[in-house]
């Protein structure tokens, strides 16, 4: 099984931060990756499809790259609304397999 | 605008069936990928399965054993059961859809990432 391995696990940062996300994968997936957003007690919310699509109504700020094993989730300019917590997800797997990174809690400093 | 919402039981047994189903409002169910996710207190969010509208199924080889998820296209929901409930199934539930498959290969398009999700429900399993 292909393991993703999501860094920080935790951050604390200010409104107007630039805030930096990581996922790597134990083995190459292309650009198989997506990230999302959630906040307790509400849905979870796709932002970034197949590695650096930016989903519909996402705003600009949100940013992503990366291919292969190493994938890197930007948030360039920190909102208060953006405080939550992100996971990547990797697919592409035959049988398909849908697997998350242990997720990132983004805290206000 | 397509919405989902989870419903059932809150409160399970350890070893009785887990039932939850659902609802999709504001579009069909008789396109799309569906599918079931759940996290447990404190951890991360974990896929169960999904079900094309046509039927075919694809589950998570840890729960495969227990889990069933099946559509009703009379009634525009889905369904998941998950039976022989521990404490470990303890988690908030959510329905999902992928509305692109994005993952295509050998002539066949699979799910890639889940753009509707509903509010999710929460079910503990306790005696």
């Known amino acids: 099984d292909i393991q993703m391995t999501q860094s920080p696990s935790s951050l604390s940062a200010s409104v107007g931060d630039r805030v930096t996300i990581t996922c790597q994968a134990s083995?190459?997936?292309?650009?198989?990756l997506n990230w999302y957003q959630h906040k307790p007690g509400k849905a979870p919310r796709l932002l970034i499809y197949d590695a650096f699509h930016l989903e519909a109504g996402v705003p600009s700020r949100f940013g992503a790259s990366g291919s292969g094993t190493n994938f890197t989730f930007t948030i360039s300019s920190l909102q208060p609304e953006d405080f939550a917590s992100y996971y990547c997800?990797?697919?592409?797997?035959?049988?398909?397999?849908?697997?998350f990174g242990q997720g990132t809690k983004l805290e206000i400093k | 605008q397509v919405q989902l919402q989870e419903s059932g039981p809150g409160l399970v047994k350890p070893s009785e069936t887990l039932s939850l189903t659902c609802i999709v409002s504001?579009?069909?169910?008789?396109?799309?990928?569906w599918s079931w996710f759940r996290q447990a207190p404190g951890k991360g969010l974990e896929w169960i399965g999904y079900?094309?509208?046509?039927?075919?199924?694809n589950y998570n080889p840890s729960l495969k054993s227990r889990v069933t998820i099946s559509v009703d296209t009379s009634k525009t929901q889905f369904s998941l059961k998950l039976t022989s409930v521990t404490t470990a199934d303890t988690a908030v539930y959510y329905c999902?859809?992928?509305?692109?498959?994005?993952?295509?290969?050998?002539?066949?398009?699979?799910?890639?990432?889940?753009?509707?999700w509903g509010q999710g429900t929460m079910v503990t399993v306790s005696p």
């Open positions: 083995q190459d997936i292309r650009n198989y």
């Open positions: 504001g579009g069909s169910i008789s396109s799309y990928y």
């Open positions: 997800q990797l697919y592409g797997n035959l049988p398909p397999m849908y697997t």
């Open positions: 999902a859809r992928d509305t692109r498959a994005g993952y295509c290969t050998g002539g066949t398009c699979y799910p890639a990432g889940f753009d509707i």
């Open positions: 079900m094309y509208h046509s039927g075919n199924t």
